[in-house]
């Protein structure tokens, strides 16, 4: 497909938030990779050589401890409400080392490590299940093969089976789907990889030739990927997905493609100018109706927050809703929409949390939050396809870095 420059359309509400509300830092003074969210603190994962996970207060964003992390390179970071079967929210990382860390953030130490008893494998990224009740991670390539880990966290000795025939070559991202498959009454794994293909999964299939149930082929290096949450029907976008080149692209849950497109080309340079320079993540708010906000990225440290009309639809256009400027310098790698509403006067907003390759930790007011109208409707999606010419904007590149470590 030849790529053409897309109009981004300006919202009405449009605000620019120039200085954050708290800022931290990470003990290491290493890139922030991963942030994630617990009742009352945050954590966040540091790059190699440090590898450690920082705690900090919600209100105040001072460091309060540091985990260890993983020996070699924490890849992935979540917090998940229960894990086998006892309902408390929970701290998990997965690392290079080969193992799944629970963390017990009271004794500074893992209460759960899931490991792969002389196997063990670098992960490369990690996802629990919305029971709890089941484990997943991908591994990099060597030899032939890369491999889908999948663990009972009441059995973190061994893996309970493992799928090497989904992917061929390093599987970068995996992702439960957020509620059961009704076909099969499980919680599907989405899984993408730098062979270029994105996979839904049955978990619990012992073959691993019969695990793979829908593959995607893009084509490009996919770096990450997650579900849409409130889309059902079988035509509209329920997968997005993002390549270590900045393109940009959704999908049905039958992996069908809908919008491929290079994220950096809805420029906006009318009364202001936005240039993305590279993806930093999408977000979907579990809710009822299909939505997607995408952040974008400049290499100056500013983020801005994207929407599009239809984002079923290949040539929709893309809105541009909030700025965040000045609170970083340089690549922002990793980012947060906490929205969970504190109870505090001065914390009735919902909160956005970003990190960088500056070591910063920083705290942004977020609202207002994208308008309604702005998301899918699934009864009423027209083609709002356009076809619109734009000046090429400079194209700026960053390197990418799924190793976990600076480059």
Same mark, same amino acid.
């Given at each position: 497909? #030849?790529?053409?420059?897309?109009?981004?359309?300006?919202?009405?509400?449009?605000?620019?938030?120039?200085?954050?509300?708290?800022?931290?830092?990470?003990?290491?003074?290493?890139?922030?990779?991963?942030?994630?969210?617990?009742?009352?603190?945050?954590?966040?994962?540091?790059?190699?050589?440090? *590898?450690?996970?920082?705690?900090?207060?919600?209100?105040?964003?001072?460091?309060?401890?540091?985990?260890?992390?993983?020996?070699?390179?924490?890849?992935?970071?979540?917090? $998940?409400?229960?894990?086998?079967?006892?309902?408390?929210?929970?701290?998990?990382?997965?690392?290079?080392?080969?193992?799944?860390?629970?963390?017990?953030?009271?004794?500074?130490?893992?209460?759960?490590?899931?490991?792969?008893?002389?196997?063990?494998?670098?992960?490369? =990224? =990690?996802?629990?299940?919305?029971?709890?009740?089941?484990?997943?991670?991908?591994?990099?390539?060597?030899?032939?093969?890369?491999?889908?880990?999948?663990?009972?966290?009441?059995?973190?000795?061994?893996?309970?089976?493992?799928?090497?025939?989904?992917?061929?070559?390093?599987?970068?991202?995996?992702?439960?789907?957020?509620?059961?498959?009704?076909?099969?009454?499980?919680?599907?794994?989405?899984?993408?990889?730098?062979?270029?293909?994105?996979?839904?999964?049955?978990?619990?299939?012992?073959?691993?030739?019969?695990?793979?149930?829908?593959?995607?082929n893009w084509g490009c290096s996919i770096a990450q990927a997650?579900?849409?949450? /409130?889309?059902?029907?079988?035509?509209?976008?329920?997968?997005?997905?993002?390549?270590?080149?900045?393109?940009?692209?959704?999908?049905?849950?039958?992996?069908?493609?809908?919008?491929?497109?290079?994220?950096?080309?809805? $420029?906006?340079?009318?009364?202001?100018?936005? $240039?993305?320079?590279?993806? $930093?993540?999408?977000?979907?708010?579990?809710?009822?109706?299909?939505?997607?906000?995408?952040?974008?990225?400049? *290499?100056? /440290?500013?983020?801005?927050?994207?929407?599009?009309?239809?984002?079923?639809?290949?040539?929709?256009?893309?809105?541009?809703?909030?700025?965040?400027?000045?609170?970083?310098?340089?690549?922002?790698?990793?980012?947060?929409?906490?929205e969970e509403r504190q109870g505090l006067k001065e914390e009735?907003?919902?909160?956005?949390?970003?990190?960088?390759?500056?070591?910063?930790?920083?705290?942004?007011?977020?609202?207002?939050?994208?308008?309604?109208?702005?998301?899918?409707? #699934?009864?009423?999606?027209?083609?709002?396809?356009?076809?619109?010419?734009?000046?090429?904007?400079?194209?700026?590149?960053?390197?990418?870095?799924?190793? /976990?470590?600076?480059?």
């Amino acid at each position: 497909m #030849e790529e053409r420059h897309r109009l981004l359309l300006t919202s009405p509400s449009l605000q620019e938030e120039t200085a954050p509300l708290r800022s931290s830092g990470s003990s290491s003074e290493a890139y922030i990779l991963s942030i994630t969210s617990l009742p009352s603190h945050y954590a966040a994962s540091a790059s190699a050589p440090s *590898n450690v996970i920082d705690i900090f207060d919600k209100r105040t964003l001072q460091g309060l401890q540091t985990l260890p992390g993983h020996e070699i390179a924490t890849t992935s970071l979540l917090t $998940v409400d229960k894990l086998g079967g006892i309902v408390n929210q929970c701290l998990v990382s997965a690392g290079k080392d080969g193992s799944v860390k629970a963390w017990d953030v009271r004794s500074n130490s893992h209460s759960i490590k899931m490991t792969n008893l002389g196997q063990s494998r670098p992960l490369l =990224c =990690c996802d629990i299940s919305k029971d709890g009740l089941t484990v997943a991670a991908g591994t990099d390539l060597q030899g032939d093969d890369a491999f889908i880990l999948y663990w009972d966290p009441r059995q973190p000795a061994t893996p309970l089976r493992t799928h090497s025939s989904t992917h061929s070559d390093d599987i970068t991202t995996v992702s439960f789907a957020p509620t059961r498959d009704r076909e099969n009454d499980k919680y599907l794994l989405l899984s993408g990889s730098t062979d270029g293909l994105l996979c839904t999964s049955n978990p619990d299939e012992d073959d691993e030739d019969e695990a793979p149930l829908q593959v995607g082929n893009w084509g490009c290096s996919i770096a990450q990927a997650g579900w849409i949450h /409130g889309s059902s029907k079988s035509k509209l976008a329920g997968i997005w997905a993002g390549s270590d080149m900045e393109t940009f692209s959704t999908w049905t849950n039958e992996l069908e493609p809908l919008m491929n497109l290079d994220i950096r080309s809805p $420029v906006l340079h009318q009364g202001r100018t936005w $240039v993305t320079d590279y993806l $930093v993540k999408a977000h979907s708010t579990p809710t009822s109706t299909p939505n997607l906000s995408v952040f974008a990225g400049s *290499n100056e /440290g500013d983020v801005a927050l994207l929407s599009n009309v239809n984002p079923s639809v290949q040539d929709a256009p893309w809105c541009l809703h909030k700025l965040w400027t000045h609170g970083h310098v340089g690549v922002v790698r990793s980012l947060l929409w906490d929205e969970e509403r504190q109870g505090l006067k001065e914390e009735q907003h919902q909160t956005l949390i970003t990190g960088g390759e500056d070591g910063k930790l920083n705290a942004w007011p977020i609202d207002p939050v994208m308008p309604e109208d702005n998301g899918q409707d #699934e009864e009423a999606q027209g083609d709002t396809s356009m076809d619109v010419d734009m000046a090429s904007p400079k194209q700026k590149r960053r390197e990418l870095d799924r190793d /976990g470590e600076r480059v």
